[in-house]
């Protein structure tokens, strides 16, 4: 079950998140304390992982395509993200690698991405733990409801997960992956500083480990950024004659659409992303619901007749 909460961490754990600047647009001026927003936000997350984990179970699985926009989303914030980090040329040189990787299999991904991921989470208890500061507040309210929608697009990592191991398994990975993400968000937001003029706050924290957060940063960038153009690769279903040509239209498209910056992406984008999740995760789960009682309806009717 570690290893699944692990799965589930690194599947929600990106750019954004490991940068900071995720965390700062969604609740860098709430009036709330940091424990109280982490508390939050971890039930939110995990509230959000039972309905999906449920739609799941009744074999509810949307169609890929109806995810490709927020992939492409994705894939656009990481591409700019990597224009902030590297600069443009570093930026296209990644995107050609993106290709070169994605076309190698899945399998390389998820074991690049477990070990990024594990290097990233050090790091961030490293930089940020020194660096708590108690009270960390200001004006405005919280999106915790958003921010859950945008870290619980797990319909394949959970479908994947539960023909594996039973329902009472995943819902306690899902638990515990909960806890830990609940417990950055606090590390973070009581470390990160407000005023940092940079699309990565977490880079502020450096310090003598400046290139090492940088490193950890980059790769968290990286990797999600070929994560996310694997995801649009599976979803649209490319034929391999076509895979390189498609995938380069695709890289083409998110670098023009990524010059309009990382900052702006994460403030407008991703709530809108949150707002997408949530509101389809509860009309599926609504709809099924709704469409059962029918069922048991018309059962009785016939057993009546």
Not at 51 to 65: A, D, I, K
Not at 183 to 204: E, K, N, Q, S, T
Not at 222 to 229: K, M, R, V
Not at 230 to 253: M, P, T
Request: with cysteine; hydrophobic share 55%.
């Amino acid at each position: 079950m570690i290893g699944l909460a692990f799965l589930i961490i690194s599947s929600i754990i990106g750019a954004g998140f490991a940068s900071g600047a995720e965390i700062l647009s969604f609740f860098g001026n709430s009036p709330l304390s940091i424990w109280l927003i982490a508390s939050l936000v971890g039930l939110a997350l995990f509230a959000l992982m039972g309905v999906t984990l449920y739609l799941v179970n009744v074999g509810f699985v949307p169609p890929r395509v109806v995810f490709v926009p927020i992939y492409f989303a994705f894939f656009v914030a990481m591409t700019a993200g990597l224009n902030s980090l590297v600069g443009v040329w570093g930026s296209v040189i990644a995107l050609a690698t993106c290709i070169v990787i994605v076309t190698r299999g899945f399998e390389r991904l998820i074991k690049f991405n477990t070990y990024v991921i594990g290097f990233v989470l050090i790091v961030l208890i490293v930089v940020t733990v020194p660096n708590i500061q108690p009270t960390a507040g200001g004006d405005g309210g919280t999106r915790v409801v958003l921010y859950a929608g945008l870290n619980c697009l797990l319909f394949p990592v959970l479908s994947r997960a539960r023909k594996k191991y039973s329902t009472r398994d995943v819902l306690i990975a899902c638990a515990m992956a909960c806890g830990v993400l609940a417990l950055f968000v606090m590390l973070m937001l009581g470390a990160l500083p407000r005023d940092y003029a940079h699309d990565m706050p977490i880079l502020g924290l450096g310090g003598g480990m400046y290139f090492v957060v940088y490193a950890a940063v980059f790769l968290s960038v990286f990797s999600s950024q070929f994560i996310s153009l694997f995801n649009i690769d599976q979803s649209i279903g490319i034929e391999k004659a076509h895979r390189v040509g498609v995938l380069s239209i695709i890289c083409v498209l998110a670098f023009c659409a990524s010059l309009v910056g990382f900052t702006y992406i994460i403030d407008r984008v991703y709530p809108l992303i949150g707002a997408f999740v949530v509101i389809f995760l509860c009309g599926a789960c609504v709809h099924h619901l709704i469409f059962r009682q029918m069922l048991r309806r018309q059962n009785r009717l016939r057993a009546l007749r």
